[in-house]
């Protein structure tokens, strides 16, 4: 009967293997149709913010209409250009052609006519050129005259700025360099320099991130580099700025200056070209952080994690890397304590595609008690003990991922997996139960989801849905979706990431509108970009809430199919089941042994029996003590 049992949930359960997805990165953007390109444009979605969403897309074989539509659309050169420097257009889309020049006047008077009056046209250009340039002399000279006062005044600016009036400095820093002043000078470079930090002090970094680069590219011989170097660090991690300029800075040297610069230079490096997906450059980099550094446990990590890209799959260094992220971790002072627990997440999951389960369980029951991806490391190993076949750990880690601690989590595949090994052992009224919870938590609420998603809807209202509930504390079904998929998309980490670089743009809007009066045009110049930033940041979650909320419709559209099919097994199996007990009358099941915890005393093993309560030390030491009620043949 055992083998019967297990061949029974072999037939479905094993194409669910796939549906449990490791990732080891927070941030991959959803594929992009080509309905939904269209569907963006239509809802007049910026051509950039159209850019980010499409990068990583299957090619989408656009036609000559699919791109005259487009245009209409409003698809300006930068989408257009992109999409076919990217393939996404059809090889035989040619251009229109224009239509030729008329042929030449062979009339000897009207050419005769013709050059007269180019000539005179010539004579009147040579003039007005030569009063230009005079005029221009004078004008050069008034300028520089000005330059030079105002240089004066830079040395005021840094006063001020020394004395945290970061606006007043900015406010001559600006006026200096409105000037246009030769930009090899070195009052060029003190201005910069001085508006960059003072902005940055003032945390309006999208204003500063300009100058900053332009500091940082003057090279690392200059005053300023190193200020500069670790304002951009910040400005990146705040608004996620991180232009392509930045790949110059591989060819500064760096190595005379300080190690902890030099470390931290060669991280941030790293870093940007992991995102960027050059990962031969981005390991490169992150190799160069000294052992002794703080960071080289992140760096190490990070190293890992390139190389399990598929593009890699350089599995066997990735675990030594992540392995010596973990010592690094655990020896150098002042790293950052969660490393360790990324190092231990990563060797698991490793260890799951592998099929070492074993192993796997080894390394998700490191992560702690407490710790925010506790919830994760228990419902990846419910996973991979109900894969081994031990239902006596799968089931007690399940009935941990029912406690008040993890109820917020979106987490539908644990009621089918007890649905079917309560099948297995027989327990056929448990099974209908533990479908009939999944129907009620999860799936008696899809078509409300699906109505939401059916309704129009711009991606900024999807947002705004999300963040209402959140902010204001409401429930889901206020704003017509229910919570349970509001919490999903809370726990996705590229909207969480979203949503700190909104509130960062609109907190930075603030603060110019705040001294516009200061900071003139330049002031009004970076306030336009600040607010088209979080616009298109903005969209951008918002289309990431609508591909969440689409996942999880078509996630449970799946879930409710193998539901059927356990729910037709059940029916199936009792049938059997009755079959069997007319064959053989004076059977009686074992005993059963139900929701037991398990925990040390001194040397034995001491058995407590659940009794309503969850206490977070118990948490994730259940076991299940369910004996099966199949009736031997």
């Known amino acids: 009967m055992r083998k019967q049992a297990a061949s029974r949930w072999a037939r479905w359960i094993l194409p669910c293997v796939a549906m449990l997805l490791v990732l080891l990165v927070a941030s991959v953007a959803s594929a992009l149709s080509k309905e939904e390109l269209f569907k963006l444009k239509e809802q007049k979605v910026p051509d950039t913010v159209v850019l980010s969403v499409a990068k990583g897309s299957a090619p989408l074989n656009l036609n000559k209409n699919d791109i005259e539509k487009l245009k209409k659309l409003g698809a300006g050169d930068v989408l257009l250009d992109w999409l076919e420097t990217n393939g996404h257009i059809l090889a035989d889309i040619g251009g229109n052609g224009g239509g030729g020049l008329e042929p030449a006047e062979n009339d000897p008077d009207a050419i005769a006519a013709e050059e007269a009056r180019r000539k005179a046209e010539e004579e009147a250009r040579i003039k007005a050129e030569a009063e230009k340039l005079r005029q221009a002399e004078k004008e050069r000279e008034a300028k520089q005259a000005e330059i030079q006062r105002m240089a004066a005044k830079l040395l005021e600016a840094d006063r001020a700025l020394d004395r945290d009036n970061n606006m007043q400095a900015a406010a001559v820093y600006l006026e200096f360099l409105a000037l246009t002043p030769d930009p090899e000078s070195d009052e060029f470079y003190q201005a910069n320099c001085g508006l960059a930090k003072a902005l940055f002090k003032e945390k309006v970094f999208s204003g500063a991130a300009v100058p900053t680069l332009d500091v940082l590219m003057k090279g690392p011989e200059k005053p300023c580099f190193t200020d500069a170097f670790y304002m951009l660090q910040t400005i990146t991690k705040e608004t996620g700025y991180a232009p392509p300029q930045l790949q110059q800075l591989t060819s500064f040297y760096v190595d005379n200056l300080e190690p902890k610069f030099r470390d931290d230079f060669h991280y941030y490096l790293g870093k940007y070209f992991y995102d960027y997906r050059n990962i031969d450059q981005a390991i490169s980099f992150l190799e160069k952080v000294s052992d002794e550094s703080p960071i080289k446990a992140r760096a190490q990590y990070l190293t890992g994690v390139a190389q399990i890209n598929p593009e890699v799959k350089k599995y066997r260094s990735a675990v030594q890397n992540f392995q010596k992220a973990i010592i690094s971790a655990e020896t150098i002072d002042d790293t950052d304590p969660e490393i360790r627990e990324l190092g231990y997440l990563a060797l698991a999951r490793v260890a799951y595609e592998a099929t070492n389960y074993d192993g796997a369980l080894f390394y998700y029951n490191k992560i702690r008690e407490l710790s925010p991806r506790r919830s994760t490391a228990l419902f990846e190993a419910s996973w991979t003990y109900f894969l081994k076949n031990d239902y006596k750990r799968a089931m007690g880690t399940f009935h941990s991922l029912h406690s008040p601690y993890f109820e917020q989590w979106y987490y539908p595949d644990i009621y089918v997996l007890e649905a079917t090994v309560y099948l297995n052992l027989c327990k056929f009224g448990n099974a209908k139960e533990a479908l009939a919870a999944f129907n009620e938590k999860y799936l008696d609420k899809q078509p409300i989801l699906q109505k939401y998603l059916q309704s129009p809807r711009s991606p900024e209202e999807y947002y705004n849905t999300i963040v209402t509930i959140y902010e204001k504390l409401g429930t889901g079904e206020d704003e017509g979706l229910p919570m349970v998929f509001v919490q999903a998309v809370l726990n ?6 979203s949503y700190g670089v909104i509130n960062n743009l609109a907190r930075e809007e603030k603060a110019l509108q705040a ?11 970076v306030l336009t970009q600040v607010q088209e ?11 990431k ?7 999880l419709d078509q996630e449970l559209t799946e879930w ?3 539901r059927d099919e356990i729910d037709f097994e059940i029916d199936s199996a009792r049938v059997e089941e009755a079959k069997r007990q007319l064959v053989n009358p004076d059977y009686v099941p074992p005993e059963a042994r139900e929701g037991t915890t398990l925990f040390v005393v001194a040397d034995d093993w001491q058995f407590w029996p659940f009794e309503g309560e969850y206490w977070i030390d118990e ?15």
């Open 492 to 497: 996705d980490a590229d909207f969480y990431n």
């Open 515 to 525: 001294n516009l009066t200061g900071l003139g045009d330049f002031g009004q110049t």
């Open 533 to 543: 930033a979080r616009t298109n940041q903005l969209l951008e979650a918002g289309i």
């Open 545 to 551: 809430v609508q591909q969440i909320l689409t996942g």
């Open 560 to 562: 409710s199919i193998k």
């Open 619 to 633: 948490v994730a030491n259940y076991r299940s003590f369910l004996r099966t009620e199949c009736i031997e043949q």
